[in-house]
């Protein structure tokens, strides 16, 4: 071979080499591009699901599939999420429920009854024309008459009485007037009443102002939507907010708190675009049923750790980083929240042996057999987990562990892994919970007057809107009516000389005689 073949064969070798490493470098960017692809159909299928799909977290119901908690189940190589069997049949059974028997009575007795007796127009028989005797009177039907809201003009007036006797002799005259109850709010013919129906129209009953404008309208005593406003800012602040801060000095005397954050707007706040409403509940077992709402200028660890102060007890959240660092709190992670991972990571077309699938269904065990439990006293809850949940939340995390996946699959996986420690901590006691439901329960109840209101105008209205729905939120949970709760606190705490705040909180046996 010439000098010139040789070089032209070592150009053709580099060049071969380039084309080899170039070819890689491709092969290397299709398959990021791939995964890429992937993760953005999962995504699109994530998203059109959110907004398209059923909205409640459950599963269909397959017969055949066992409890995945077998340990031989655990030993069985994994499917991933794309894959799904061909010949699946799956069945969805639903449970009729049945109708409870003397509901109808039952509701209709705790009504107050008025009776309307029918007469025949003659007594006389028409056969011998003489008079008839009554020999029976039947119920013959019950029907709920539905009686429309009104206002009336209460009119207060004051009697005042003179001594004439002092006044004939020429001595100074006493005079002694009668005592007129105070109204919640001066220079304002707003009543309790009055005041309290605005608010469980919009916080009970999610009305925002602007609508109930019309509603008063229509009832004769127009009230504009800035006098509402105005009257719940102004009685929060005389009144309900020394009492909620009673409220929050017994919720920190519970041993199980729960905590939750949600957006909430304040119009008028220049420097951010949103603020946060926090919630803080007591637990499910504890000795009093709280739900405190505080507005915070941030989702930081800050609200939070202000809030809450000294406390050293248990704290329910999801796994939210603004939770970590609170001193001297043992953190219980959320079953929910994992189990919610694993129900998002399902692929469309999912199968019942899925590894997303598998999660979720392994956090329903979970909860069924907590569920079990939960007749029994606090300690016989902690000695039964320690031998039934324990060893299944144990496998469950052994099985995350076990895993390796990407998107969200990955997500949820991690997820869980990262919550391992808080989760376990729900063994140390049995007044624990496997999820911070109850958090977001009473979060919801904002979320769902927020959809109707938008927004707060200024910070005085925002902290109102903590402050009122904080009332009510544990009014409810004490078995109050919240009107009727809203009302009393109107009506007696404007006269409230020496009498403690305590005697006005929900549980107070007075409260509850009056407010059910």
Known sequence: MSIKSEKQFEVIIEKLDQLLEENKQLKTIIAQKD???????????????????????????????????????????????????EDEVIITTERRRKKRKGLKNQQLSSLPAVDYIHEIESCTCPTCKEAMKEISTQLIRQEVKFIPARVENHRHFQKTYACANCEKNGTRTPFAKAEIPRLPLNNTA???????ETMYQKFEQKVPAYRQEAYWDLLGYPIPRHTIANWHIKTSQYYF????????????????????????KVLNDKDRQKSYMWLFSTGKYSERAIHIFKLGPSRG??????FLEEYTGYLHSDGFSGYNNLPGMTMIACLAHIRRKFYDARPKNYSSKSVAHKGVTLCNEL???????????????YDQ???????????????CESLTAHGKLGTAINYALNQKERMMNVLKDGRLVLSNNL??????SL?????????????????????????????????LHPRKYLDYLLTYLPNRQNTPLEAYLPWNPKVQMECR
């Open 35 to 85: 995964d890429e692809l992937s993760l953005l159909k999962e995504q699109n299928e994530f998203l059109i699901q959110k907004l398209y799909g059923p909205k409640r977290e459950t599963l269909k119901n397959n017969p055949n599939q066992g409890n995945l908690f077998n340990d031989h189940l655990f030993s069985e190589p994994e499917q991933t999420g794309d894959q799904s069997d």
């Open 190 to 196: 707003a009543s309790a009443s009055l005041i309290a």
């Open 241 to 264: 907010e020394a009492l909620v801060a009673v409220m929050r000095q017994e919720l920190l005397n519970q041993k199980v708190l729960h905590a939750d954050e949600t957006t909430f």
């Open 301 to 306: 660890g800050s609200v939070p750790r202000d």
């Open 367 to 381: 909860f069924a057999l907590d569920k079990s439990l939960k007749d029994l006293t606090v300690s016989e809850r």
């Open 385 to 399: 987990r320690l031998v039934l949940v324990k060893p299944k939340l144990e496998a469950f995390f052994d099985w």
């Open 439 to 444: 958090a977001e329960r009473g979060i919801k």
């Open 447 to 479: 979320v769902m007057g927020r959809k109707n209101w938008l927004f707060s105008k200024s910070f005085e209205g925002a902290h109102a809107v903590a402050t009122i729905l904080s009332l009510v939120e544990t009014a409810k949970s004490n078995g």
